[in-house]
């Protein structure tokens, strides 16, 4: 405005602050739902502010942190991967998607993005100890589908048991882990044993259809040929 006090160029100033005004009273609306864990509502406020200042790597975060609380994990890993990029050594956002492929059963992107993290900063205390727990595991699948490709059933069978020993906290493992364990008893002529293992996966998950699969082979051994 003191450059060049034209008309235009007032009006245009003028409206600008208005909007710089109206964008931090949203801003300050944001934060308070965030607060009140109304995160339905910060969500919403974040979108309006979002639309104008794309490139704000917090509100993005902040975005994020909601989207999580409302269970919507991949909604979150899309604004943590801009705020990663946006941000110079954002080794939180990459712990942060990393810890929610993990949390979704994807341990083979869970690794690649912690090890982005301590690309960043090797002595992240949180990164460094998610890095050991997902190579772990990871090692312990990809040796256990090597046992499979083999036909060495028992010993993929005996992995995959380490597997549930290894993550007893996050469920998707255990359930996978006894879909492949189901799918080797049945190769492995054990279709009582196969039976019994595909029906509890498929408890939890009626459309599995790799359990479905197995398990009507197993069926077959049986001559069960209704089921």
């Known amino acids: 405005l003191k450059s060049n006090p ?8 003028q409206t600008q602050l208005t909007k710089s005004d109206e964008l931090q009273r949203l801003h300050s609306q944001a934060l308070s739902a965030y607060q009140q864990e109304d995160y339905e509502a910060a969500i919403s406020l974040l979108d309006e502010i979002l639309a104008v200042c794309v490139w704000d790597a917090e509100l993005r975060e902040l ?10 994990p991949s909604k979150a890993i899309s604004d943590l991967k801009a705020a990663a990029k ?3 050594d954002n080794t939180e956002a990459f712990y942060k998607i990393s810890k929610i492929y993990y ?3 994807d341990h083979e992107l ?3 993005e ?8 090797q002595d992240h205390k949180q990164c460094f100890s998610l890095y050991k727990q997902v190579k772990k595991l990871n090692k312990q699948i990809e040796s256990a589908e090597e046992f499979i490709r083999e036909g060495r059933y028992e010993d993929a069978i005996s992995k995959y048991e380490s597997v549930m020993k290894t993550e007893p906290e996050v469920p998707i493992y255990s359930t996978r882990a006894k879909e492949r364990i189901c799918h080797c008893l049945s ?9 019994k293992l595909c029906s509890e996966v498929l408890q939890l998950e009626p459309t ?3 359990a479905l699969k197995d398990r009507a082979e197993a069926y077959l051994l049986e001559d069960m040929y209704e089921e």
């Not at 034209?6 to 100033?13: C, L, Q, R, V, Y």
């Not at 975005?63 to 919507?72: S, T």
């Not at 090890?115 to 900063?121: A, G, Q, S, T």
């Open 103 to 105: 949390q979704l059963g």
């Open 208 to 210: 599995n259809v790799n």
């Open 63 to 72: 975005r994020a942190e909601c989207y999580i609380k409302e269970g919507e």
């Open 86 to 88: 946006l941000k110079n």
């Open 6 to 13: 034209s008309n235009n160029e007032e009006k245009e100033a």
């Open 187 to 195: 190769k492995n002529q054990q279709p009582t044993e196969a039976i």
């Open 110 to 112: 869970s690794l690649s």
């Open 114 to 121: 912690v090890r982005e993290c301590l690309k960043l900063d």
